[in-house]
């Protein structure tokens, strides 16, 4: 399995991805809004784009579509429930559903809502497994609920799903927040030591040549993934005092949501 994480410097940050089988050529694209870059970069490869993946149905991850199926007949693969929002969907995915890139690749659908309620992460099946998780996790940070979310829901899928997954699979967002979100760790954990070196070394950094983190890392440097932390519990309740002597990680997501979307 090849990746190529694909930079696309507009606004919203947006990363976008091409997957291809090593030994046909054939490649998926990951939410291809910037269709000019993801389309050369193929044929500078001497891939053929034959399906394309969106993750959940915003338009700054579905804007490369219509675009896209024009100059390859790609066909999108989205999640079933998308149908109404993204438009000639040819597959529709629910959990566990197999995508396959040529003969060398396999992807495992994850159905995880909260960023929106038909979100779609791909989890690859090599021996250092690769998530793409579009906008439910973002490296130190976690998808807002904003435009079609559930806050509940997004801890559902962090804590059954995401916190499941072998601590060496490698994290690839769907934009890169990076340095912003490792203030907002530090914000929350002034004292989280592996946040602050990475802020540090990552500060400034070159997104056409972005840091990958794993798993492992997130739960080290992720607010999101640091529920039990004694310092992440003290300063929460400076900000929400009737917060119980020992709060379950349920409420203390959903509170350090609430803190992410005024900070
Ligand atoms: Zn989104």
Redesign the pocket.
Known sequence: MIVKQIWTANAYRNFNYLIACSETGEALAIDPLDHEKCLKLAKDEGWNITQILN??E?R??TGGNEPMVRKTGAKILAHKNAKDKIPDIARGLGAGDIIKVGKTVTLEALDTPG??MSHICLLSHTDQPTLFC??TLFNAGA??CH?GGHPAELYRTFSEQLAKLAPSTLVYP?HDYIENNLRFTLDREPDNKDAREMLDKLSGQDPNRAYVSTLEVERQINTFFRLISPTVIAKLREAFPALPEQPDQRTVFLKLRELRNKW
Do not use: L
Request: hydrophobic letters at 0%.
């Open positions: 993750t959940h915003h700054d991850h960023h929106t579009g906008d998808g807002n435009n769907g």
